[in-house]
């Protein structure tokens, strides 16, 4: 653990730089600083997940801003991912706090999806051989809002918010990153409030870690404010191919350490 003062400080640089990195692909960064907190600010167990929800609910508010001046609302993707990420991550809460403080028994599940799904994404391309884009593979709504069910409930439990898991399978079937980004952090952000307030009110009938890290979430959340909004600003500028390569690799890195962590 970090002395007084230091913690805020690399709590703040290092969301900054992932805020940078992962919101021009619809991802919050927060699932790369679960492991980061846990193992260089030492926030508590399971303080840290909505710790990370925290982060996730000031950081989010950067990219929507400059999204939304930019014309990107997320539409109707939106409100289809919020649909289902809503419920879920009220259930992922509860099921994080009681039944399972330590949340291991989903790491080798949330690897299995992750590591094949990255490698996918950074080896292929969305457009063809010919330079044609790809067409992009309709999901039903119906289908939509169960994943985002089952991705929001385990955003709970890890306290991701679930974009970094709904943004990589939406780019996957085809769908351009700036449909996609602004839609899974709107969606990122809705969830991690709800997480939040849920986490407080079990902080009320629970002793323990089990309220947010208020300073260490907070300086988070200001770095990746920072982060998420220069995200936002330079991605029209970047093509698709190179978001979905730097997506596939930050999702390999994601699953490499939920892997690493269920072996462990």
């Not at 990219?63 to 939106?78: D, F, P």
């Not at 918010?161 to 980004?181: C, K, M, Q, W």
């Not at 029209?236 to 350490?257: H, N, Q, S």
């Amino acid at each position: 653990m970090l002395g007084a003062g230091w913690t805020e400080a690399v709590a703040l640089a290092a969301a900054f730089v992932i805020a940078v990195l992962a919101t021009p692909a619809g991802i919050s960064g927060a699932v790369l600083l679960l492991p980061f907190q846990v193992s260089v600010l030492g926030t508590p167990s399971p303080a840290v997940t909505p710790t990370n929800l925290l982060y996730n609910v000031v950081a989010t508010l950067g990219a929507l801003y400059r999204y939304w001046r930019q014309g990107q609302t997320g539409g109707r993707l939106a409100l289809v991912l919020i649909a289902g990420t809503l419920p879920g991550v009220i259930a992922g809460s509860v099921i994080r706090v009681e039944l399972l403080p330590s949340a291991g028994v989903f790491d080798f599940v949330v690897a299995g999806v992750l590591l094949p799904l990255g490698i996918w994404l950074a080896l292929t391309s969305p457009t063809r051989a010919d330079g044609e884009v790809r067409p992009a593979r309709a999901v039903l709504p119906p289908v939509l809002i169960l994943l985002a069910v089952v991705v929001g409930c385990v955003g709970g439990i890890y306290g991701i918010g679930g974009g970094s898991i709904l943004a990589p399978i939406l780019i996957g079937t085809g769908r351009p990153p700036r449909e996609v980004a602004p839609a899974a952090l709107a969606s990122t952000f809705v969830t991690s409030v709800a997480g939040v307030i849920t986490f407080l009110i079990l902080s009320v009938h629970h002793h323990g870690s089990v309220a947010p890290d208020w300073p260490t979430g907070i300086a988070l959340g200001v770095g990746g404010l920072a982060g998420a909004y220069t995200g936002a600003r330079i991605q029209r500028k970047l093509p698709d191919t190179l978001i979905r390569r730097v997506m596939g690799v930050l999702v390999v890195a994601i699953g490499a350490r939920y892997l690493w962590s269920g072996l462990g």
